[in-house]
Structure formats: structure tokens, C-alpha cells
């Protein structure tokens, strides 16, 4: 919906600067064209750029504040049950002076404390200055984001990390430790980033600063059961359909128009599904694909726009596209990118913005329903590995021929150490040998990535394998993969709106058995996985997803039901094989390249040709892309 950005003195009540809350809120200009605004009192201010969603009017400017004047608030995203929450309040006595859900918010938080979260429905990132007190909020499962950093006796926050930059005495510095956390995992997990010194809030999470102290405190978690009741698939079907409807239906409230992406996956095609049947009239739909063979979904999203009656164009790209518009996107988020479809989505989003303002993505169905197969039976790995420990050597070699092969013959102390070793983009091991000797000693084994991952995956040590990777999962790798659509949609002024991630619908999946998210095909299946590993089982003996799949089976055609996940694909490897090889080694292996300050350029090059040569690495292109996006970041800003 907008950029918020925002200073509060921590000492005291010294008048800020007009001129830098000018700038720090112009460099948000992306995130809302429409309006700008700013509030400045003593010791604090409040910036907003508004991209005008709900209530088009004057009314819904902000900063916004009560008719005191007394509560000022800078707000970015939706409420989507802001009309339920509106109606308890105008029964309590309430006037509203615009249809905002802004305004909601104000009311909502003088009727009940900062306690109102537990009753907002959303994706949301705000300020709200109440007096003396500023608290800073974000949404249960971090559709929208925050940064923040403590500096110069001020907190500094903002909705993207350029606002804070923008602050004159800032320093910027890379957080070189948390690169190692990129290079693994695509993201830098929990609270740091990859600039020194600026934070980013976790979901469900809230600041309350008071007299100079900083309180940081968790509003809302997943609960976590050891016993889960059994109610029964037919029940559970049920319940989805209903749960998936209601989040989509709200999503779909809005003043400007609206559409969705379409990919021909299963978790697009459900939306656009659930979205014909709600709207009265036909609305557009978008896919995105490569030129090269294979790596596009038209055939796909072509029969489930026919299906649905919608309104579908496509887009097609070019490797030149891809590469003239990477550098351009890191300059937006202020990071490398996550995922190499974020160029993608950036410019489908573009494209898309000549049309509708509001587009639903089907993000988050993996992380919740069960889709990412390959980890989600790897505990079906580990308990054999763990048999395969106590069996002689005979036995070993013919029993788990597949097992052997995969892992060779690697140990696990523990169901985290497996999960380590199956999550991780770069190893640890091929981390160690690209980094030059000081970042070897700074990462330190990565222990602080452990501790990260043990926090959650631990947190409840009798839970089993698979909600514990179900439960990291959520706290870990989602936030990431939001932020990564929400970097490449408002970075072209457009909301993207996920119903997968609505909090009830997610609440309600944790409480399902895992029995009912993925299921065997057959008997003959379950039986043949006793000798497979999960990367053989999954989709192959294995339903991924199966009580979304089976929820909406009678709404799209058998071919999207049946298909394998593909996951938006970009054909990196294929170009790092051919038109981008050069250009990647020249880039990386420069004497003045800035990557020099963490990798072994000795060894960077070493490891590319054993790459090119052999090809035995199936992540080799992601794992070079990865490599030019930490380039470009420390080009761009050091």
C-alpha cells in the first residue's frame, strides 16, 4: 500500500530536521506515487508515501491522527477486517471522518491498547505515536516490512533499509557474517540484515519505546501441539475451501482495480479459481515465462484462464531482460535478491501496473500446505540413515543403495544437523573453501546460524521431524520469500495481496496431522519408497499439497492438479553455460572485485571451472547468481 519511515530523539525532545524527513520520505516515492506526507513534533516525525488502495479521497492522507491530534499514525498495508472492527467501534460511541482502515486503527488502539493487534486481520507495518510513547508494528507472518536502527541517540525506522540511509550521520557498513547466512539460505535470518547495524522487526512482533527504553516483544506464535486431534479428511476439506475463500474474498476488497498472476501451478491457478467464482465481472490475469524451451507455464496458464474466463496476457523474456534489470532490483530492495524470479516478477509487475494497481500471488502454499516434498519427507531419510548407523557393513551396501549414494557415508548428530545439511545452498564445507581466511574466522562455523535455527526448531524438542521443519519453515524462510514479492511489486507501485498467508488459515493447517498434507499415491508407492530417498519420492510415489489440491479438485482442469511443482523457473544454468559464463568470470574474477573482501579469489576460480567442467553440482547456476548479487550489493552500496 505505502513506505512509512519515521525518527524518535531517544534522549530527549530535540527539534529534527524538516529537510531530512523530507529526504528520507522522497526516497519512498516507488512504494506510494499517489500522496506524501509528514508529521513533525518534538523529538519525533512520521513519513509516509501513499499508494492510494481504500478511500481514494483527501481523507486517507497521512501521517494520520485523531481529532485530538493527539495519536498520529503512519501506516503501510491493509486491515482487511477493518469494516467488522469499524462497526464494534461506531456501537461503542466511535465517529469515522473517512472510509480508511487507517482511521480504524487509531480507533481501535484508543479503545483497547496496543492488545487491538489481536484483532486485525492483514499485512501490516506502522508507527503509531501515542503521546509519549511510539510503537512500531509488524504483521503476524511479515507480509510487509520494517526496518530499524539505533544511531546517534535515535531510533531510525522505515520500510525499506534506503529511507534510513538517507538519514546525513548514518555510516553504512556490511555485516559481512551475515552474508554467510545469504549464501546458505538466500536470506540473512532473524533479526539482522546485511548492513551493520540495522535491524529488521520480526513478524508478529512489536516495539514499544518509552522515556528512551526499547521493549521488543512477540504479540502472536504458532501454537504448537505434541497431540494433534484427528478430525478426519473429509472435515479438513471442508474447513480449507472455506478458510482459502474467506482469505481470498478479503483480499479482494479494494477501490482501485484488481487481478492476480497466473503461473499454470497449482497455488495461482486455486486463487484465480476462487477469485471467478467470487467477481461479478471478468478480471486480468498475468504469466511471465523465457524464451528458452522449457522454462515457461503458458500451455498451463492458458488452460486454466480458459477454464476460469479470464482476461490472461504473457509475457515473454530475454536473458538480456534478465541481466539489465538484476542490478536495477538490488538498487530497489537495498540487498542481493533472494530468488533469481524476482527479476521476473519485477517486470511482470510492470507490465500489470499499465492495468490494475492490486494484483493476488499464490505465495506461502508451499511453506503451509506441505509443497516443498524433497524437505518435507527428508525425515523419512533420517530415520534410516539412523538404522543404517547399527547395521553391518553387507547389509548397509545393499539395503540402502540410493541412501549410500545420496549421502555417502555422512553422519548426523541430530534431526537439525540433517536439515542443516539439506537446506543449505552452499555448505558449509564449500563456504569454508571459497572464503578467504579473515571471514573464515569471523563466521566462526556458522555457529550463530545454528543458534538461530535451534531456536525454533527446538523450540518444542518432542515436536516431530516434520512440524519442526514446518514451524522453521514459517519463522525462517517465509518472511524472506514475502519480502521478496514485496520488494519487486512496490518497486513498480503495485500491492500484491497473498491469501495463503491469511493468519487463521495458517493457525488452522498447524493443527492438521501430517498424514493428511502429503499422502502416498498407493500401497505399491509406500512400499517402493523403502529403498528410495526423499528426492525420489517426492511427487514421484508421493501427493504434495494434497488437502489443497483435493479442496479445490473440482475447480481446475486434471492437467494443473497432477503437475509437478516447477516453481516460476529461470533457466540460470543453461546461461551460465553459455552467454553469461564470461561474463560472470570477469566480473567476479577481477583483481578489484569487491567480493575480494570475503572470497579466495585463488579459490573462487577453481571451484568455477571444476564446475563448468564437470557439472555435478545441480545448484551451480543459483550458487554463481548468488555470487553476482553480493557483487552488484557491495558495488552499489560500498
Known sequence: MCGITGV?????????????AIDMTKVLKHRGPDDSGIF??????????RLSIIDLSKNGHQPMSDKEKKIWITFNGEIYNFQEIKNILIQKGYKFFSKSDTETIINAYKEWGISCLERFNGMFAFALWDKNELYLVRDRLGVKPLYYSVFDGKLIFASEIKSILAY?????????KAISSYLSYRYV?????LFENINQLLPGHFIKVKDGEIIKKEYWDIKLTLKKKDLGEKYYLKKIQNLVTSATKRRMI???PLGAYLSGGLDSSVIVAIMSKLKTDRFKTFTVGFQEEGFNEFEYSKKVAEKCDVDHKEILLSCKDYIKTLKKLIKYKDLPLSVPNEVPLYLMSKELKKDITVVLSGEGADEVFGGYGRLFRSPFDYK??????????????????????????????????????????????????LFNEEMNKLINNDENLKYIFNRYFNKCPKLSYYDKILYTFEKLHLPGLLGRVDNA??????????????????????????KYKIKWKSLSSRIKSLTKTSDDISENLDITKYLLRKSFSGDLPGIILKRKKQGFPVPLDKWFKTELVAYAQNLL????AKINEIIDQKNLKIWIENNLKFGKDKLFGQKLWMLLNVEFWMEEYF
Open 8 to 20: 524518535l530523539d531517544l534522549k530527549g525532545k530535540s527539534k529534527l530536521s524538516k529537510k531530512i
Open 40 to 49: 513533525l513534533d518534538k523529538g519525533i516525525f512520521l513519513g509516509h508515501r
Open 168 to 176: 546525513p550521520k548514518f555510516k553504512r557498513k556490511p555485516n559481512l
Open 189 to 193: 535470518l532473524g533479526e539482522e540484515t
Open 254 to 256: 479494494s477501490d482501485v
Open 384 to 433: 534410516r540413515l539412523k538404522l543404517r548407523e547399527k547395521l553391518p557393513n553387507p547389509i548397509k551396501k545393499s539395503l540402502f543403495k540410493n541412501l549410500n549414494k545420496k549421502y555417502k557415508h555422512k553422519k548426523f548428530s541430530s534431526e537439525l544437523d540433517h536439515f542443516l545439511y539439506l537446506y543449505s545452498y552452499f555448505p558449509f564445507e564449500e563456504k569454508k573453501f
Open 489 to 514: 511489486t512496490m518497486a513498480t507501485s503495485v500491492e500484491a495481496r497473498p491469501p495463503f498467508v491469511d493468519y487463521e488459515l495458517v493457525e488452522f493447517l498447524f493443527s492438521i496431522p501430517f
Open 589 to 592: 574474477l577481477r583483481k578489484d
